[in-house]
């Protein structure tokens, strides 16, 4: 017979926090690290990747994809040369600026696909975290440094009976409770994912088109030079 060991067993006292925010402060944010992420040259670093054999562009089944051209921004980043290239040459009949205006709108496109599945990564994550009692979840906020000292200096045997409840006595009950108000319920999910379909991208930098042709132009010149687009 082996006794199971109880939380107060544990020689340590250690808490599990899971900082979150709103979702609308949250989908604002990932939408800002996307675009400053495209500012700070990935759409270069995609194609130096496939000039050097590292990344495909074109697979012939989707399940023959690297796991790194399957992962959110490289895949969106992929489809976007492809496009491009395709564009550049078949540009024979077309102007200088009828290009850039096709292209444009394949990035526009590409920031929109992008911003979406790395919101929709998010929700996972937050899903995932949902299912794991061992976090207590706080609201980030601009008072979070004295939440957290407060929490920190709740006596151990507090914490326990107030965020985990007393019912989690043993490891097993502790996986198996659910305190009310600790992580998301399934209602707040729903709400969470029709949140989502609703969520328009707003861009912080790429609004207007006049910034997004110099993303556009610097991305064309970075296919040429790699020797990965010839104009028709």
């Not at 040259?41 to 399957?70: C, D, H, I, W, Y």
């Amino acid at each position: 017979f082996v006794k199971k060991k109880t939380i107060r067993d544990c020689p340590y006292d250690y808490r599990c926090y899971f900082l979150t925010k709103s979702r609308m402060e949250l989908f604002r944010s990932i939408d800002f690290r996307c675009e400053k992420m495209i500012q700070s040259g990935f759409l270069q670093e995609v194609v130096s990747l496939v000039k050097s054999g590292a990344l495909t562009v074109l697979r012939e089944n989707a399940t023959e994809m690297t796991p790194a051209e399957r992962s959110i921004g490289y895949r969106q980043a992929l489809d976007l040369i492809a496009n491009t290239t395709r564009i550049l040459s078949e540009s024979k009949d077309i102007t200088d600026e009828e290009v850039l205006d096709k292209v444009d709108t394949e990035f526009l496109e590409f920031l929109k696909v992008f911003m979406a599945a790395s919101r929709q990564f998010s929700v996972r994550q937050l899903k995932s975290f949902r299912r794991e009692p061992m976090f207590f979840w706080i609201e980030s906020s601009s008072d979070l440094p004295s939440v957290l000292r407060r929490e920190l200096d709740m006596p151990p045997e507090q914490f326990w009976r107030e965020r985990v409840g007393d019912a989690a006595r043993n490891w097993h009950d502790y996986k198996d409770s659910a305190s009310t108000g600790r992580y998301l319920t399934d209602k707040d999910h729903k709400l969470m994912q029709k949140c989502m379909k609703e969520f328009i991208s707003r861009f912080e930098y790429y609004g207007e088109k006049p910034e997004r042709l110099v993303a556009v132009r610097n991305f064309i010149e970075a296919l040429r030079a790699a020797g990965l687009a010839t104009d028709a």
